[in-house]
């Protein structure tokens, strides 16, 4: 059974204590709550608080004038563990957050929380807080999405990527019409500028590599519609699922690697289809003019602006502002891995997570659910693994694939343990060994050798041998049978 | 991280990844007839032929090796899945490196050929769509699989290899080739002319470029036979005419700039066209000064006779070539019936290495560097024994027979015309397509006919002939005995009469005979 054990600290400022807490602070507290998959795997959720109140030295930081501030000088003096949360408790009339917002969540682990006056409330509050900042129970669900039973889970649950060990980005930009636009994009910059620090913190999750490459003459497999009122192309949000097929078969599988790869795109659009907008279902052109496909990449349309009298030579060259396209491509980068800040109430007040491109409660979301996925992906393999045996007979388990299935179940079992003691980085360095354990076993090319070794071919070639022997055999048998069945009936018929 | 603009990010992260020095792929079809054809620019041997130097930094060769291999079969739609240890060779002398090289440990080499891969449309495309405007504009537009199939000979390779990035060679770029060779024979197709055009050829004419490419240009050779000029006309008229020494010949190119503006001025599509003025009798070319024939000898599915023929044609001066062959280990070559004669006397080589095979392991490698004298003909025999194959190595048409690799001819010849250096900045394609060198000679790699060979094979239905038999035999026997051991006897009631002696009595009253 799976326990996920969050580490969390409440930590009462001055003025901010309720009144009615059970015991004087400090104290622990210890809330569980169920997860149900299906009617057989649960997973628990187990929150150990502990209360306590402010050193000095949190004091005169929660002095400072804006959250912002405060979150900054709090951070040297958290528990920086992953997975772990700080939320600081500020009183009912205190300043630091502005007026309407009741909780304000920081860049780092930690959270400001207004105090509500009974402890009922805070408590309430701060459930909330840990369903944004940790882990929920949909979220959880999701990874363990085919384990649950149709129709329970809602339709964004699959979009997530799949957790793996590593992650190939490929940046490609398509030039339809190379005669009417020569496009030059500073990508190596832009990488280095936007991309790096982002993956570098995701780093502690997957190896990523990344790549970029121009492709000509890579067309669109959609002919956009022209609309007279705005003078422009449109696709429309339903032909664009029809867009990605025609292009992927230009970008090229990785050859080298077997790791999954994630395409951005960036189409300039020909000149006699300029300019192009994405449309949504609403009718409305989308403002950033680019849409994303769960589990592969995104797509961004980049009009470039005609000039205003027919230029004199074609064909036009064009610097591509990589700011604005890394932006939305950043952004898809999120969403894709499911960090999403759409379901956040509205007294939130959630700090922006600058040029590091996510927060470290995010990283955290990302561990949970990756190391929950993995540890449910190697016990689905083990017990395949056992069942294939258990049907056919015939395979061979040498003693490297034996050797990999033990270490296979050691990691998961030590990955189990440490969800339950609350290490979330040792957890989802355990999960990752087992899960390449088991994957290592699970392929290995010797099980194939007698995988297939027909019954009908036994039977083809000891049947000319034993079936005209048996016949005998049998009809003196029979023989036997009717002559004892005879003399039973009439004993005494001997002379 | 890596970032591609035009190279194809397929094979370059190909080459960063598994440490490639130099690649070189050849996938072709058919067989070049030096005799009718004359020296062929490029030639490539039947079937595929994979060559590879890796980098210093390589540790496991082979492994990379394998790697490659099974990407490039991903790559190029080909099965070159099937190199492995038993068709792969290390040569020492044969295949330099053709790009920049620090140092040649033969050790970092591996050579495969595949003779029985075929080559088809599945083939052409990845290799279209390394090109980075496609198949949509510039000279490849012409090349359509229908047209482009249909024709004698046709071969299609990539090269690979490492180049200094200007004339200070202080960096380095790596370059890719992609050359195609194709010989559309209209003469002996029946179509009696040997005038040509592109149209007529690819169904198509160039109607643009590639806005990408720096220089695109279309050479026809028009180089006068016998000192007689104005024997042919080409239209439309070129943009320039480009004289060369090209493999020991002086040529005349036609040269078509796609790029200038004024060849698209007068017409949308450019569609070269070349007319002969008077009717030629006999397609005669001239031979060249180096070529060489292959062939099995003997008789009998036991032994046989592998014979080179190498001829030098060259009036007054000998040179020598290096020849490299790789035999399947199946044929078990004896070195001591090698014998190499030249004008009826012995040959010695200078340098032989020889490797063994070892059975299902690795092929026999044969390189020897033999000097040709003048106007002569060399013969090179060494008979081999033909091996019993496991039952089940054979290939599914085993009577079809067992393909040897062609062998592999590299020499300088000298030429008879000196060649002057070439300007590499003006025309950097054409140099290095006919590099020279020094003034004096060109290199040039031959191959020779893969062989067909014939192993003794086995009767494949006799396992359930036996299988059938023996069952038969024992179930015949065991059930004798036992229907004897255990047979009891006991008295029987005359019966009535079966059905035989009913209608025996039946005959029996017709002919008035008392009944049974």
Redo the contacts between chains.
């Keep these: 059974q799976v326990r996920l054990v969050v580490p969390m600290a409440v930590v009462f400022s001055p003025g901010s204590v309720p009144r009615d807490l059970p015991r004087p602070l400090p104290f622990r507290d210890v809330q569980e709550m169920e997860i149900s998959v299906n009617l057989r795997t649960s997973v628990t959720s187990h929150y150990e608080m502990r209360y306590r109140s402010t050193t000095g030295q949190e004091e005169a930081a929660l002095a400072a004038a804006t959250a912002r501030e405060a979150d900054a000088a709090l951070h040297p003096l958290q528990d920086t563990t992953m997975g772990s949360l700080t939320m600081y408790v500020v009183p009912e009339t205190s300043s630091l957050l502005p007026q309407g917002i009741n909780v304000y969540v920081g860049k780092h682990r930690s959270a400001l929380v207004r105090a509500g006056g009974s402890l009922a409330a805070l408590q309430a509050r701060l459930r909330e807080v840990t369903q944004v900042m940790s882990f929920t129970a949909s979220s959880i669900a999701a990874t363990l999405s085919d384990r649950v039973p149709n129709g329970q889970l809602s339709p964004d649950a699959r979009r997530n990527l799949k957790s793996s060990l590593g992650y190939e980005i ?1 940046f490609s930009l398509l030039n339809p019409d ?2 009417s636009h ?1 496009v030059d994009w500073d ?2 910059g832009a ?1 280095n500028r936007y991309v790096k620090p982002v993956l570098d913190k995701l780093s502690l999750l997957a190896n990523f ?6 492709l ?2 890579a067309v669109l497999g959609v002919t956009p519609r022209y609309d007279k009122e705005s003078s422009s192309f449109l696709l429309s949000a339903h032909s664009l699922p029809h867009v990605i097929n025609p292009v992927e078969a ?1 970008l ?6 077997l790791y999954p790869v994630l395409n951005f795109l960036l189409y300039v659009p020909e000149r006699s289809h300029s300019p192009l907008y994405i449309q949504d279902k609403d009718g409305a052109p989308v403002s950033t003019n680019a849409f994303h496909s769960p589990r592969w990449g995104g797509i961004m349309v980049y009009n470039v602006e005609a000039p205003a009298s027919p230029p004199a030579s074609l ?1 036009l060259h064009v610097d591509v502002d990589m700011a604005r396209v890394m932006e939305v491509f950043l952004a898809q980068l999120r969403l894709l891995f499911g960090l999403s800040r759409e379901e956040v109430p509205p007294e939130f007040l959630l700090e922006r997570p600058g040029n590091e491109g996510l927060a470290d409660w995010e990283l955290d979301h990302l561990l949970w659910a990756h190391t929950v996925e993995n540890i449910a992906t190697v016990s689905t393999t083990l017990t395949s693994l056992a069942q294939l045996l258990d049907k056919i007979g015939n395979i061979v388990i040498k003693d490297d694939v034996a050797s990999e299935v033990y270490r296979a179940v050691a990691s998961v079992q030590s990955a189990v343990t440490k969800l339950s003691l609350g290490h979330l980085h040792a957890a989802f360095q355990a999960s990752k060994e087992a899960v390449t354990s088991s994957e290592r076993a699970f392929f290995d090319p010797s099980l194939l050798h007698l995988l297939y070794f027909p019954d009908d071919q036994k039977f083809a ?1 000891y049947i ?2 034993f ?3 048996a ?3 049998l009809l ?1 048998l029979a023989k036997i049978v009717r002559e004892t069945r005879l003399r039973k009936k009439e004993p005494t018929k001997m002379d | 991280v890596s970032h591609y603009r035009l190279f194809p990010k397929a094979l370059g992260r190909l080459v960063a990844a598994l440490g490639v020095r130099e690649l070189h792929l050849a996938l072709t079809q058919g067989f070049w007839r030096t005799r009718y054809w004359g020296q062929p620019p490029l030639q490539a041997p039947a079937g595929a032929e994979l060559w590879v130097w890796f980098q210093p930094t390589v540790t496991d060769v082979d492994k990379a090796w394998k790697e490659l291999s099974n990407i490039l079969s991903g790559i190029f739609c080909a099965s070159l899945n099937f190199i492995d240890s038993t068709n792969t060779v290390i040569p020492t002398a044969s295949f330099k490196p053709l790009g920049l090289a620090n140092g040649t440990d033969h050790h970092l080499l591996r050579y495969a050929v595949l003779p029985r891969e075929v080559v088809c449309t599945e083939n052409l495309t990845p290799w279209k769509k390394l090109l980075p405007c496609g198949s949509k504009a510039g000279l490849a537009v012409l090349l359509k699989a229908e047209r482009l199939f249909h024709s004698s000979y046709h071969s299609q390779a990539v090269h690979i290899r490492p180049i200094c990035r200007d004339a200070s060679c202080l960096a380095m770029s790596w370059e890719l080739r992609q050359t195609l060779t194709v010989v559309f024979d209209f003469f002996s197709s029946g179509q009696g002319k040997k005038d040509w055009s592109l149209f007529k050829m690819f169904s198509r004419t160039l109607t643009d470029t590639c806005p990408l490419a720096s220089q695109s240009k279309v050479y026809v050779d028009i180089s006068p036979k016998n000192k007689e000029k104005e024997l042919l006309e080409v239209s439309p008229p070129p943009t320039s005419v480009h004289e060369a020494i090209v493999q020991g010949d002086k040529k005349t190119y036609a040269v078509y700039d796609l790029l200038s503006p004024s060849l698209f001025n007068t017409s949308r599509s450019l569609n070269v066209q070349l007319k002969w003025k008077r009717p030629q009798d006999s397609s005669e070319m001239p031979i060249p000064i180096l070529h060489a024939q292959r062939y099995v000898g003997g008789y009998g599915l036991q032994t046989g006779e592998i014979c080179t023929l190498i001829y030098n044609t060259h009036p007054y001066r000998a040179f020598p070539v290096i020849l490299l062959e790789t035999v399947p280990w199946y044929l078990r070559l004896y070195v001591h019936t090698l014998t190499i004669i030249t004008k009826g006397k012995e040959n010695k080589p200078s340098y032989i290495h020889y490797q063994p095979a070892q059975d299902r392991r690795r092929p026999h490698l044969l390189e020897m560097l033999i000097q040709l004298p003048a106007n002569s003909v060399t013969k090179i025999t060494i008979q081999f024994e033909r091996a019993l194959l496991k039952w089940t190595e054979y290939p599914p048409d085993p009577n079809h027979g067992f393909y040897v690799g062609s062998s592999v001819l590299s020499a300088l010849v000298p030429s008879v015309t000196a060649t002057k250096d070439m300007d590499v900045e003006q025309s950097p394609l054409f140099t290095s397509l006919f590099p020279s060198s020094d003034g004096s000679s060109y290199f040039v790699r031959l191959y020779t006919e893969p062989l067909l060979v014939n192993l003794p094979t086995p009767d494949f239905s006799m396992p359930y002939n036996v299988i059938c038999l023996t069952c038969t035999v024992v179930a015949v026997c065991y059930g004798s005995f036992y229907n004897l051991l255990t047979r009891t006897f006991h008295v029987e009631e005359p019966s009535r009469g079966g059905l035989a002696k009913r209608l025996a009595n039946v005959i029996r009253k017709f002919r008035g005979v008392p009944p049974l």
């Design positions: 490929t190379p005669k020569t990508i190596e990488v590599s990344v790549d970029s490459q121009i000509y003459y230009r090229g599988s990785s050859a080298a690697s064909p070639i000319p041998l079936l005209p022997m016949v005998p055999i003196s």
